[in-house]
């Protein structure tokens, strides 16, 4: 078994979910180009709509190619299933859909990547739902945040765009004692730096566009479920706990155990809300895991030596990177993310919002683009884009202030990196 769980994360990353093709031998996972599935005759075909047998139906609900990406996020993260979808944002809502109802409210932390202060600060009140946010420094704060209606606690392990770490051990034990679910967005971190589930997380979401693709070609997001939470401990998850009315009053927990959640969001989330991954997607995806660690191991590397140049040179006021010795969450980071502290950091410009915006536009190797985790280096000035909709106080809080650039490292040669910085410094500080 090349998948074994007793394999180390570097095999893993190539083989977890994956066997040669059974119809032809194709040892590179087949991209299953199909809408539907031929049921074998009707009986099958009535198995299959009651979750009687698991199989395939329809594309907007499983795919093949999917389901080897599912089962390789869901082994690298240690958890017992997962759930491909179209989008990081679109992962967040298929998280937060079955534990969620009119009136019910979640506590996240302040420092999380824009789109997603935007998503729960406003898109989510249409649905009835609301978002707390505090400041997960001090666990007190979120534990004195959730009252009656809270479903889950919300954050970011290594967040976006900060250089903040968050102890997880810490939010998932004030989210145990209150009897809901901590979801960890990994997205910056990835399995191979961070592993929220052993640190008590209960659900991790991906944006899979990002450092898992790795190559900037896919949107893509992901659910993976610990399957450890006990959604019958108490009444607040009927959608998990309760007589389904669509599957003929069927029970998710008492039925599926612990892959309640994953089927949940396969037979409800993608059925109903169709948030689907498509599988060209969950081919370049699978394509960019299998090189992972190396690419991880190389971001990190070049990210301390760009931190460390950057914080010595008089034109830089700071430099946030957890990855740095100076670092307020360095000590932090031995305990969450041993490996590194990712590729993500923003630096502040002397000169401040002009400097920033000179800066940009004046780099030759880095370009200015609204994403990150590729390997080519990103920049972007956050407080013009990604958090332009958020108020300055909440760009301060989210460590994306007007004065500050985000970098995404990439796995390009350091010292070319150095050098295009060096050149863009002197033309922005002058
Ligand atoms: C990009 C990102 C998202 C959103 O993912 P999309 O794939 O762009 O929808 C969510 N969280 C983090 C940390 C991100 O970096």
């Not at 087949?30 to 594309?59: C, K, W």
């Not at 978002?131 to 889950?152: G, L, S």
């Not at 760009?395 to 490292?409: H, K, L, N, T, W």
Request: with cysteine; aromatic share 8%; proline share 4%.
């Amino acid at each position: 078994m090349a998948d074994s769980p007793k394999h180390q994360f570097d095999t893993l990353q190539i083989h977890a979910g994956a066997t040669p093709d059974p119809a032809t031998g194709a040892r590179q996972t087949p991209i299953y180009q199909t809408t539907a599935y031929v049921f074998r005759d009707a009986d099958h075909a009535a198995a299959l709509f009651n979750l009687q047998e698991v199989g395939y139906i329809y594309s907007r609900l499983t795919n093949p190619t999917n389901a080897v990406l599912q089962e390789r996020i869901a082994t690298l993260e240690g958890g017992v299933g997962a759930v491909c979808c179209s989008s990081g944002h679109a992962a967040q809502i298929m998280a937060l859909f079955p534990l969620m109802g009119p009136g019910k409210n979640i506590v996240a932390s302040t420092r999380l990547y824009g789109g997603t202060v935007t998503q729960f600060s406003h898109t989510i009140k249409r649905f009835g739902w609301s978002c707390k946010f505090v400041d997960f420094d001090d666990p007190q704060a979120v534990a004195d945040a959730i009252d009656d209606d809270t479903r889950a606690v919300f954050g970011e392990a290594i967040a976006n765009p900060g250089g903040y770490i968050m102890d997880v051990r810490a939010i998932a034990d004030v989210a145990d004692a209150a009897g809901i679910p901590l979801i960890i967005d990994n997205t910056s971190a990835t399995p191979y730096l961070c592993r929220p589930i052993e640190h008590g997380a209960t659900l991790v979401v991906h944006s899979t566009t990002k450092y898992l693709t790795g190559n900037g070609t896919v949107m893509g997001g992901c659910v993976v479920d610990s399957g450890k939470f006990d959604w019958s401990a108490n009444d607040k998850f009927p959608s998990l706990s309760q007589p389904e009315e669509a599957y003929h009053g069927m029970k998710f927990h008492e039925t599926f155990g612990a892959m309640a959640f994953t089927f949940h969001g396969i037979a409800i989330g993608l059925r109903d809300l169709g948030m689907t991954m498509n599988p060209q997607a969950a081919h370049y995806t699978l394509m960019g895991i299998e090189t992972l660690s190396l690419r991880m191991d190389r971001h990190v590397q070049n990210a301390v030596k760009v931190a460390e140049w950057l914080e010595q040179d008089d034109r830089v006021d700071y430099v946030t990177y957890a990855g740095l010795k100076s670092s307020p969450y360095h000590e932090r980071m031995q305990k969450v993310c041993p490996k590194g502290a990712g590729g993500l950091f923003t630096f502040a410009v002397k000169g401040g919002y002009d400097a920033c915006v000179k800066l940009v536009n004046s780099l030759d190797i880095f370009s200015h683009v609204a994403n990150l985790g590729d390997t080519r280096s990103l920049i972007i000035h956050s407080a013009s884009t990604t958090h332009r909709q958020l108020t300055e106080e909440q760009q301060e809080a989210a460590g994306a202030g007007p004065g500050v650039v985000r970098i995404s490292i990439g796995t390009e040669d350091a010292d070319d990196l150095i050098a295009d910085l060096d050149q863009a410094l002197t033309k922005a500080t002058s």
